[in-house]
């Protein structure tokens, strides 16, 4: 895939996502974009306690993407987890699980930056009767990690 409108240099670099808290086990997920220039990407989650101290990571994911005006399209290519849930203290440590393991091949979302495009929130279809979450909204990291 090749961006060549330019509209990519918007999302080159790092974006945070929270993707959940649970303050009883003191702990946070983080999902953490990282959108190269040369149109690919890698996406990890990552865990925190409630104090930001990294405690592991359970996902990781490579792929390609494009953005064309306000359509990005991300196709991954390699798919790594932890096995029965453990967190691992580097992305070498997850084990391959293969690309399509229960996801599709390519997602689609419209994007809507912020005017500063500081945040951007992915819509993506939902079918009719799903439930689904609300849009991510991805947060671009401007210096140093920024946790949720």
């Given at each position: 895939?090749?961006?060549?409108?330019?509209l990519?240099?918007?999302?080159?670099?790092?974006?945070?996502?929270?993707?959940?808290?649970n303050?009883?086990?003191?702990?946070k997920?983080?999902?953490?974009?990282?959108?190269?220039?040369i149109?690919?990407?890698?996406?990890?989650?990552?865990?925190?306690d409630?104090?930001?101290?990294?405690?592991?990571?359970?996902?990781?994911?490579?792929?390609?993407?494009?953005?064309?005006g306000?359509?990005?399209?991300?196709?991954?290519?390699?798919?790594?987890?932890?096995?029965?849930?453990?967190?691992?203290?580097?992305i070498?440590?997850?084990?391959a699980?293969?690309?399509?393991?229960?996801n599709?091949?390519?997602?689609?979302?419209?994007?809507e930056?912020?005017?500063?495009?500081?945040?951007?929130?992915?819509?993506?279809?939902?079918?009719?009767?799903?439930?689904?979450?609300?849009?991510?909204?991805?947060?671009?990291?401007?210096?140093?990690?920024?946790?949720?």
């Open positions: 895939m090749n961006s060549n409108d330019g990519s240099d918007k999302l080159v670099g790092t974006w945070e996502q929270k993707a959940f808290e303050t009883e086990g003191n702990i997920g983080v999902f953490e974009h990282d959108f190269e220039d149109d690919t990407y890698e996406l990890a989650l990552a865990h925190y409630l104090e930001d101290n990294f405690l592991g990571y359970r996902y990781f994911e490579t792929g390609s993407y494009s953005l064309k306000n359509k990005l399209v991300r196709k991954p290519a390699e798919v790594f987890s932890s096995e029965n849930q453990e967190l691992y203290s580097t070498d440590e997850l084990k699980s293969g690309v399509n393991r229960g599709p091949d390519k997602m689609e979302y419209r994007t930056f912020s005017n500063a495009n500081t945040t951007v929130t992915l819509y993506f279809e939902c079918p009719p009767n799903a439930l689904c979450t609300e849009p991510p909204v991805l947060k671009k990291v401007l210096s140093g990690p920024d946790i949720f």
